[in-house]
Nanobody
Framework: QVQLVESGGGLVQAGGSLRLSCAYS????????MAWFRQAPGKGREFVSV????????YYKDSVKGRFTISRDNTENTVSLQMNSLKPEDTAVYYC????????????????WGQGTQVTVSS
């Protein structure tokens, strides 16, 4: 059974930084692409970033390119999201997800999800 636990959310002023982490329990982490999604109040859950299993490839939502960096540690079974130059529109619950099959940007492609961590950016 795979479990994902996010941490690192909080309240930060615009222009500040946060680092989110996701701990993966299970035996298949190093063979699984991992992603971050987010969901703002009243909106759907949207793709933020993904990293392939050996970190060869990363993709980002256009609005976070140059500000967010995804990384992973296959020895520690963790994936992280470094978020810099945060904006109020980045406010959302951020979810870590383990890829199963298909388009990396689609929710339906992910088999396991964490419980989410709140990120609030004040103006």
């Amino acid at each position: 059974q795979v479990q994902l636990v996010e941490s690192g959310g909080g309240l930060v002023q615009a222009g500040g930084s946060l680092r989110l982490s996701c701990a993966y329990s299970g035996r298949t982490f190093s063979s699984t692409a991992m992603a971050w999604f987010r969901q703002a109040p009243g909106k759907g859950r949207e793709f933020v970033s993904v990293i392939t299993r050996r970190a060869q490839i990363t993709y980002y939502k256009d609005s976070v390119k140059g500000r967010f960096t995804i990384s992973r540690d296959n020895t520690e079974n963790t994936v992280s999201l470094q978020m810099n130059s945060l904006k109020p529109e980045d406010t959302a619950v951020y979810y870590c997800a383990a890829h199963y099959s298909g388009d990396y940007s689609r929710r339906e492609s992910y088999a396991y999800w964490g419980q989410g961590t709140q990120v609030t950016v004040s103006s």
